[in-house]
């Protein structure tokens, strides 16, 4: 039963355009998302966050957008570079839960 | 600098092999956690351990076993290796109560032939 998904198990873009990257949950008990990059032969790494009094959290060249109704969240990277080709994954949980529950994750390829 | 770190990067062991994972941070975190990474499967949490001596199931425990026997350390313990147990495991702490995220150790590769 996976509880978070990226429906996208890769994704490629042009250097320079956006990137879009989904990811849907089922537990209305989320509170609180977190997205983490993951280069190979490394361990994942935090990119940013968002709580659910917000529908918007901006960090640079990252944007995470939330809609709670629908129970989504995506990550915006823009202009997208070739340092930003990583695996990427949600990780939904709540305030005071320890545990991270991790989708599945997107393989994001920058073309130069 | 402040890390987590796995004892090894890669990893052969035959079927039917005890398997011992070493985690170690040096962080004082008090929660560790072990998970494997799967194509197509993300991250699935095994086992993590709020603090010394204490573990509770995650996941996908089966076939798995933990020991925390000192705060940095958190060790991941295959009884009887078998082949779908190939796989990357990645451990992880965190501060308790922040909820500001995991730092991870850059993985071992675990192969069973």
């Known amino acids: 039963d996976q509880q978070v998904k990226q429906n996208s198990p890769s994704l490629s873009v042009q250097e320079g355009r956006i990137s879009i990257l989904n990811c849907d949950y089922t537990?209305?008990?989320?509170?609180?998302f977190l997205w983490y990059k993951k280069y190979p032969a490394e361990g994942p790494t935090f990119l940013i966050s968002?709580?659910?009094?917000?529908d918007k959290n901006e960090d640079g060249r990252f944007t995470v957008f939330l809609n709670k109704s629908a129970k989504h969240l995506s990550l915006h990277i823009v202009p997208s570079q070739p340092g930003d080709s990583a695996v990427y994954f949600c990780a939904p949980t709540n305030f005071g839960n320890e545990k991270l529950t991790f989708g599945t994750g997107t393989r994001l390829t920058i073309i130069p | 600098d402040v890390k987590v770190t796995q004892s090894s990067r890669y990893l052969v062991k035959r079927t039917g092999e005890k398997v011992f994972l070493e985690c170690v941070q040096d962080m004082d975190h008090e929660n560790m956690f072990w998970y494997r990474q799967d194509p197509g499967l993300g991250l699935r949490l095994i086992y993590f351990s709020y603090d010394v001596k204490m573990k509770e199931k995650g996941d996908i425990p089966e076939g798995y076993s933990v020991s925390r026997e000192k705060k940095e350390r958190f060790s991941l313990i295959l009884e009887s290796a078998s082949t779908n147990q190939t796989s990357m495991y990645l451990c992880?702490?965190?501060?308790?109560?922040?909820?500001?995220?995991?730092?991870f150790g850059s993985g071992t590769r675990l192969t069973v032939v």
């Open positions: 992880a702490s965190s501060l308790s109560g922040l909820n500001y995220g995991y730092t």
């Open positions: 968002i709580s659910s009094i917000k």
């Open positions: 537990n209305s008990m989320f509170d609180y």
